[in-house]
C-alpha cells in the first residue's frame, strides 16, 4: 500500500489510510440470506418429486427441440413485423396529417386495450368470419379469389397476432424514442439539405435506438413467453404446448414444465447478451464517449477509444451534474 | 475555391447581392397569441462581405438568419440568395407556387449554417459529420468526401481530433468541426447563429480565428453575434435590428462608432 503509484507525466498523492467503519450487519444479513439461498436449491435439487431424470431426459427431446424452434419463429418473426409496423405507426403519429395521426391513435388504442389472448382467438377464427379473400377494386370488381383456409394457416394467425398486437406496444416505445432526439439534430441536418425521410434514416432514428433498445429487448423477452399463448389460435408446435402435451401423456406434467422452463430461460440469457451489445452499440459517442468502447477499447468498428475525463468522474456516481458543461442554455 | 471565385469577380456582385431580403415579416401563431418578431425587414448582403447583424435578445435577429435558409417560413415579402427566390417560385403565368420540400433541401444546401448550440450529429465521429452531407446529399463518393472531410477538420485545426464523438470535445471544437461539416457542401454563404455564445470565454477565441480566417478567403457571412470586437475587426457591414426592425446599417466605423440611434447607443453601452 505504501507503494506510490506514478501516473503518466505525475505522481498521484498517498491515498488516506483509515480504519474503516465496522459494518457487522453486512455479514449477518448476507449470511441469513446465503443459508436461505442453499435451502431453496436443496429443497428444488433433492425433492424427488421433480424427477430430474425425466427433465434431463426430455430437455432434448426431438419434439421440445422442435418446440423450442417455432417459439423462437416465433418469437422473432413477429418482432420483425411488429418493429417495421411500429416505427410506421410512430412516425403517422407525428405527422401533420390528421388522417394519419387518427388512424395510428386508433390502432394503438385498439390493440393495446383488448388482450390478446381474444386477438389469437379472433385471428384463429378468421377463416370462419372472412371464408374468402379477394383482390381487386376497393367497394367494386373482384380480380382474384382465395379460400382464407389456404391463406391464413394456424402459423401466420398466430404469428400475425403476436406482431399487431406488439406493434401497438414498440409504437410507443418508437414515439418516445424518437421525442428524446434533440430537435436541434434534425434543424442541423435540414440545414445540410437533408431530405426529411434521410433525416429520419440517417440522423434522428440511430440516436433514438438508444432510448429504443432497451425496453424492446423488455417486449422481446417478454413475447418469448407469450407465444405460449397460440394455443388460442390454436397453433400447437411451440414450446409450452408441446412440453404439456408430453406430460399429460407420460403422466408427470411438472418435470415437462421445468423442461420448457429451462428452455425459457436459456433462450432469455443469450437473448440478455445480444441486448448488451446492441445497447453499446448504439450508445456510441454518449455517456462521455466511455461506454461506446466498453471495456475492450475498441468500438464496433474497430476504433479506439479512451474513457473521456468526463465518464470517469461521472462512473463514480456520486455527481449528476456535469462540471464541463459549458453550454449555458 | 468557389467562395474566392465569386469575391474576386466584381462584375457579378454588380448583379445581384448574395442574399436579397424585402419587406420581410415573420409572424409566430395565429389570432390573439400571434407574435410579430420580423417586422419589414430589408436587407441586402454583398457577394464576399461579412454582415454583422447585432440587436438585444428579442429583437429577431435569430429568427431573421432562420428564415434565410427556409428553416422559418416568412410569412409576407421575399428573400432571393444569389437571384433565386428561396421557398417559392413563379410559374409562366405569374403566379407564385410554394415550392417541394425537395427542391427547398436543395436550396438549403448551399447555405451553411452554424448554430448556437453547435448541432453536431452525437452518433458519429468528427469526420462523420464532416463527410454525412456531401456523402447524402451531394452523392460524393466516400473516399472523395473522407479526403475534402479531413483537409477542412485540418483547416479548423483539428487534425487530431477527427475519430472524437462529439461529447468527447470542448465546445469550441465542436463548433469548429460544425464549421467544418457547413463547409464541407462548399456553400455560397454562411450563416452563422450567435456562434460563440454557448461557449466558456476562454474558447470564444478559436472560433472567431476560425471565422475570421474564412472572411479572409472571401466567403459571404452573415453573423448574429454579440462579440462588438469580431463586428469591428472583420465586418464590412454591420446591422443593428431591434424589435422586428433594422434602427441602424452602415459601416462598423459608421455604427459603432458614431451611432446615431439613441437605442443603439444605448445598447452599445451595456454590451461593451
New interface residues.
Given amino acids: 500500500m505504501s507503494t506510490q503509484q506514478a501516473a503518466s507525466d505525475h505522481e498521484l498523492p498517498e491515498p488516506i489510510h483509515a480504519r474503516p467503519v465496522p459494518r457487522p450487519g453486512r455479514w449477518v444479513s448476507a449470511a441469513v440470506v446465503l443459508v436461505l439461498a442453499a435451502m431453496a436449491v436443496n429443497a428444488l435439487v433433492t425433492n424427488p418429486n421433480f424427477r430430474w431424470d425425466t427433465v434431463w431426459l426430455y430437455l432434448r427431446d426431438v419434439v421440445v427441440v422442435r418446440g423450442v424452434g417455432w417459439t423462437l419463429v416465433l418469437t422473432f418473426g413477429s418482432m420483425a413485423i411488429a418493429v417495421v409496423l411500429a416505427i410506421l405507426l410512430a412516425i403517422m403519429r407525428r405527422s401533420d396529417n390528421p388522417v394519419m395521426k387518427s388512424v395510428a391513435w386508433f390502432w394503438i388504442w385498439f390493440f393495446r386495450g383488448t388482450p390478446i389472448y381474444t386477438q389469437l382467438v379472433f385471428w384463429g377464427l378468421i377463416s370462419v368470419l372472412y371464408p374468402r379473400l379477394s383482390l381487386g377494386v376497393p367497394f367494386g370488381p373482384e380480380f382474384f379469389v382465395f379460400d382464407t383456409r389456404d391463406v391464413i394457416t394456424a402459423f401466420w394467425a398466430a404469428l400475425v397476432g403476436l406482431a399487431l398486437n406488439e406493434s401497438a406496444y414498440l409504437a410507443e416505445i418508437v414515439r418516445a424514442g424518437l421525442s428524446s432526439v434533440d430537435p436541434g439534430q434534425s434543424e442541423a441536418a435540414r440545414a445540410l439539405g437533408m431530405k426529411e425521410s434521410k433525416i429520419l434514416r440517417r440522423v434522428v432514428l440511430p440516436q433514438a435506438m438508444r432510448v429504443i433498445v432497451p425496453p424492446t429487448g423488455n417486449e422481446t423477452i417478454s413475447m418469448l413467453k407469450t407465444t405460449s399463448l397460440v394455443v388460442a389460435v390454436p397453433f400447437t408446435l411451440e414450446l409450452t404446448y408441446a412440453t404439456s402435451a408430453i406430460g399429460a401423456r407420460i403422466y408427470q406434467p411438472i418435470p415437462l414444465l421445468i423442461v420448457a422452463a429451462l428452455w425459457y430461460l436459456l433462450i432469455t440469457s443469450v437473448l440478455m447478451v445480444g441486448q448488451h451489445y446492441l445497447e453499446r452499440h448504439y450508445g456510441r459517442g454518449f455517456d462521455g464517449g466511455a461506454t461506446a468502447g466498453g471495456r475492450g477499447g475498441r468500438g464496433p468498428f474497430g476504433r479506439r477509444r479512451r474513457p473521456g475525463k468526463q465518464a470517469l468522474i461521472g462512473a463514480a456516481g456520486t455527481t449528476k451534474d456535469d462540471p464541463f458543461l459549458e453550454v449555458t442554455p | 475555391m468557389t467562395e474566392q471565385d465569386a469575391a474576386q469577380d466584381p462584375a457579378q456582385a454588380t448583379a445581384h447581392a448574395m442574399v436579397e431580403a424585402r419587406g420581410v415579416h415573420k409572424v409566430f401563431g395565429h389570432g390573439a397569441d400571434a407574435v410579430h418578431v420580423l417586422r419589414g425587414i430589408d436587407l441586402d448582403v454583398a457577394r464576399g462581405s461579412v454582415t454583422v447583424v447585432l440587436g438585444p435578445s428579442g429583437s429577431g435577429k435569430s429568427t431573421l438568419l432562420r428564415c434565410v435558409?427556409e428553416?422559418e417560413q416568412i410569412t409576407a415579402g421575399s428573400i432571393r440568395v444569389d437571384g433565386e427566390l428561396m421557398g417559392y417560385r413563379y410559374d409562366a403565368k405569374g403566379v407564385l407556387h410554394r415550392l417541394h420540400?425537395?427542391r427547398i433541401?436543395?436550396?438549403?444546401?448551399?447555405?451553411?449554417?452554424v448554430?448556437q448550440?453547435f448541432?453536431?450529429?452525437?452518433?458519429?465521429?468528427a469526420l462523420e459529420n464532416v463527410m454525412?452531407?456531401p456523402v447524402?446529399?451531394r452523392g460524393t463518393t466516400r473516399a472523395r468526401a473522407r479526403a475534402r472531410a479531413l483537409e477542412l477538420l485540418e483547416r479548423v485545426g483539428l487534425s487530431d481530433r477527427v475519430?472524437?464523438?462529439?461529447?468527447?470535445l470542448?465546445?469550441g471544437q465542436q463548433q469548429r468541426v460544425?464549421i467544418a461539416?457547413?463547409l464541407a457542401?462548399d456553400p455560397e454563404i454562411m450563416l452563422f447563429d450567435e456562434p460563440t455564445s454557448?461557449?466558456?470565454p476562454e474558447?470564444v477565441g478559436e472560433v472567431l480565428a476560425v471565422m475570421q480566417d474564412l472572411a479572409r478567403s472571401g466567403m459571404t457571412m452573415i453573423v448574429v453575434t454579440h462579440e462588438i470586437g469580431f463586428a469591428r475587426e472583420v465586418a464590412d457591414h454591420v446591422v443593428f435590428m431591434d424589435d422586428g426592425v433594422v434602427v441602424e446599417e452602415g459601416s462598423p466605423g459608421e455604427v459603432l462608432e458614431n451611432p446615431a440611434e439613441p437605442r443603439l447607443r444605448d445598447f452599445l453601452a451595456h454590451v461593451l
Fill in positions: 435558409n428553416l420540400p425537395k433541401a436543395r436550396q438549403r444546401a448551399r447555405i451553411g449554417m448554430f448550440r448541432h453536431l450529429f452525437g452518433h458519429m465521429t454525412e452531407a447524402q446529399v475519430d472524437h464523438y462529439p461529447a468527447q470542448s465546445g460544425a461539416r457547413a457542401m454557448a461557449l466558456d474558447l
